[in-house]
Each structure stands twice: as structure tokens, then as C-alpha cells.
T-cell receptor, first 114, second 109 residues
Framework: DMKVTQMPRYLIKRMGENVLLECGQDMSHETMYWYRQDPGLGLQLIYI???????SEGDIPKGYRVSRKKREHFSLILDSAKTNQTSVYFC?????????????FGEGSRLIVV | QQKVQQSPESLIVPEGGMASLNCTSSDRNVDYFWWYRQHSGKSPKMLMSIFSNGEKEEGRFTVHLNKASLHTSLHIRDSQPSDSALYLC?????????FGDGTVLTVKP
């Protein structure tokens, strides 16, 4: 069964704390993504990973970093979280590189920074 | 950076009616689009893609593409309350997808 799993699903952190969001997929997909979605807005790309240790910035990478040490696992790290990073974060994977492949999304991680 | 514009922002249609959603890219090199659907509190799921000029139909859903005008539209006939969702259009942009802000569709019973 094709699945993208995100942990944790809900998280409340204080400003300045570090945040780790984790994502796993069981489809051996090459490419993985982290997006954020704010109310009334579409999806904004934070980082894209083409394979292990092959990561590229997306449209809004400032304040975030990522790690991909295994093909099936992609982490998003917020060092010293800020209140404007309160959002819903979606991880996604796709079977190849390029925009011509279907994205499979996880169920999202809701982060609140207070 | 490419902009993907969707209209209208929100749309209310009666059950059984036709819903029409629009999407345009600012990038003249765009030649295909994706449509994703996101129910409230859930993750986006791919609905349809269109790579060729013209029309593509899948059940109650029809997608049109006009490459010359960089425009795609999604039409849902016989709309059902379960079609109520955020519809996101996406276009390719240097190897990744750029999403629009979406159209919120509400189907009233």
C-alpha cells in the first residue's frame, strides 16, 4: 500500500525551540518534498530532495533545513522556531525527478509556535 | 518565479449543478497542468493531469487545456456534496510544481 507517513501530526513549541518533523515513504520514490500550507493559501515549497544527500532549496527555504540519509526518510528541521512558522507542513514523494510525476502527500503535521 | 492564478477564490453550486474552475500560468513555457483536490483537514490528492491541448474526461470531471493562452479549466458535472473541497492547480516550474492558492468549492444539498 503506497503511503507517506508524517510524525508528529500535531506539535506545539515555544519560540526559540528546535523542531523536527519526520516523513517516511514506502514506495522507494526518488524525490521527496516539504511544503507548508497557510490558511487560504496553496502549497509553498520549502525543500526538495532528489535522493540521499541531494537536496535543493525550494521557494521559501529560509529558517529551515532538511536531512535525507535514507531514500525512504526525509526530515525537516527548524532551528529556533519562530511564530511565523506556525503552519501545516506536508511531506510528499514522487517516483521520478521533474514536475511530470504525481505527488503523493502525507497527512500533514500541524505546528503551532507560541 | 512563475505565478499560478486560480479563479474564482470560492464557488458555491447546488447539488447536481456544474462547477467550473479556472487556472492560468504566468510562464509562457508551461505546457501541462495538474489538478489536486484537498478535502478539509486532509492532504492534497491528485485529481487529474492534462498534457495535451484539448479536453480530457474522467467520469464527472473534465479538464481543458489551451497551451496558447496558458490556461486550464476543471469542470465538474452533477456536483455532489462530497466534491466540496479545495481544488489546487499546479504547473511545472524548473523541475518542480508551483501551486495556485486554490478554489474552495462548496456543493449545497
Amino acid at each position: 500500500d503506497m503511503k507517506v507517513t508524517q510524525m508528529p501530526r500535531y506539535l506545539i513549541k515555544r519560540m526559540g525551540e528546535n523542531v523536527l518533523l519526520e516523513c517516511g515513504q514506502d514506495m522507494s520514490h526518488e524525490t521527496m518534498y516539504w511544503y507548508r500550507q497557510d490558511p487560504g493559501l496553496g502549497l509553498q515549497l520549502i525543500y526538495i530532495s532528489y535522493d540521499v544527500d541531494s537536496n535543493s532549496e525550494g521557494d521559501i527555504p529560509k529558517g529551515y533545513r532538511v536531512s535525507r540519509k535514507k531514500r525512504e526518510h526525509f526530515s525537516l528541521i527548524l532551528d529556533s522556531a519562530k511564530t511565523n512558522q506556525t503552519s501545516v507542513y506536508f511531506c510528499a514523494s514522487s517516483p521520478g525527478q521533474g514536475a511530470g510525476n504525481t505527488l503523493y502527500f502525507g497527512e500533514g503535521s500541524r505546528l503551532i509556535v507560541v | 518565479q512563475q505565478k499560478v492564478q486560480q479563479s474564482p477564490e470560492s464557488l458555491i453550486v447546488p447539488e447536481g449543478g456544474m462547477a467550473s474552475l479556472n487556472c492560468t500560468s504566468s510562464d509562457r513555457n508551461v505546457d501541462y497542468f495538474w489538478w489536486y483536490r484537498q478535502h478539509s483537514g486532509k492532504s492534497p490528492k491528485m485529481l487529474m493531469s492534462i498534457f495535451s491541448n484539448g479536453e480530457k474526461e474522467e467520469g464527472r470531471f473534465t479538464v481543458h487545456l489551451n497551451k496558447a493562452s496558458l490556461h486550464t479549466s476543471l469542470h465538474i458535472r452533477d456536483s455532489q456534496p462530497s466534491d466540496s473541497a479545495l481544488y489546487l492547480c499546479a504547473a511545472p516550474d524548473t523541475g518542480k510544481l508551483t501551486f495556485g492558492d486554490g478554489t474552495v468549492l462548496t456543493v449545497k444539498p
